[in-house]
């Protein structure tokens, strides 16, 4: 082909775009839609379609827009997964446009503008205020699903859309069972596209698809990752997602007493399972609040350490818990080889996975621990514990920290040792 060819195929995104990736025309009710929900799994295609969407918007290119949009908000899970994802990635805004229209990204002032006035700004879901006063034509919401303060961040962005004709918002997200994302698919004004991974399979390294679709297919992280399924509760698990939406807040309350748990790896390296580091604190009244959920993949010893390390100077916590068996002295050693200031307080194993987690199972149906904000990775794993532990095999570290810093804080013996208070 020739090079004019191939810039004509580029700047013309609906030739060759999967159907799921075209904006919708009407509503299910035969109305203008206000929101499109396009929900699939990792590599679906979901970046690359949001940022042509606006890139639509902001040039007002037919067939999928009618007039320039002149305020565009562009709203992540944080500042960094703006940039590095919807702004500056692979298939990014920057990357969608020819270089005779692509806007000037300005980092200082986290907005990028077209040439001819058309503005749009980056925003975090972490800082849901931020949100409060700006106005715009459209927005781009990415990764609604795993955002911590979703129901605030959406609600603020909704007062914001009230330029032009007709506002209008594109939510791309792999999926999970949030009250927000089900009010969404139910709401007469959205329209929901679905894409899996394997539909996308042209535009992926076969060795990605052959990994991934041999490890995780049928898994519930599966299903939800790969098939952009809405997983709901497995039958025997623990914990359920009703319960855990119950029993959320936004904030916790002044606390008494913190701590971190680490659930260190069996191994190192990038093959090796995760390092959990949950932190969670307790009020004067014995409600746990969980706060924190850091835990981290493929590191050497040194790098979780510092990484709890960091979390137990940032909340200002009382003690680190680390599990014994599986290394809690060379977590005492590794940690306080870096910074001897940090009390790790060691704890031991004498039963199984399920039966140490249905205690601290039990203070959640009791009302009793409460989660502030959103921590998507930890809930997924809760509410796929079941009594053979995670549905595909693997190692629930995340919430082996979970149930050690419960366990920490509510269910020590009143005679037993006392985590140093503030």
Known sequence: MKPGEVDYLTEHWEIFSHDYQTPPILAPNGNPWHTWLMIGGRGAGKTRAGAEWVRAQALGLAPFATEKAARIALVGETEHDVREVMIEGVSGLLAVHGWHERPVWLPSRKRLEWSDGQVAQAFSAEDPE?????????????????????????????????????????????????????????????????????DNANNLAPTFLRTVMGRYAGTVIGRQELEGEIVEDRPDALWSRALLEKHRMSEAPPLQRIVVAVDPPAGTGRRSAACGIVAAGITEDGTCYVIADDSVSGLTPNGWAMKAIALWHRLRADAMVAEVNQGGEMVRTVINGIDFSVPVTNVHATRGKWMRAEPVAALYEQGRVKHAGVFASLEDEMCDFGVNGLSGGRSPDRLDALVWAIGALALQPRNGPRIRAL
Do not use: H
């Open 130 to 198: 931020s949100l409060r006063g700006p106005q715009f034509s459209c927005a781009w919401s990415d990764e609604m699903a795993k955002w911590r303060y979703a129901e605030e961040s959406f609600n603020m962005l909704q007062f914001g859309l009230r330029l032009g004709a007709q506002p209008r918002q594109l939510i791309t997200t792999t999926p999970r069972p949030t009250a927000l994302l089900k009010q969404l698919i139910e709401d007469p004004t959205s329209v929901v596209t679905r894409a899996t991974t394997r």
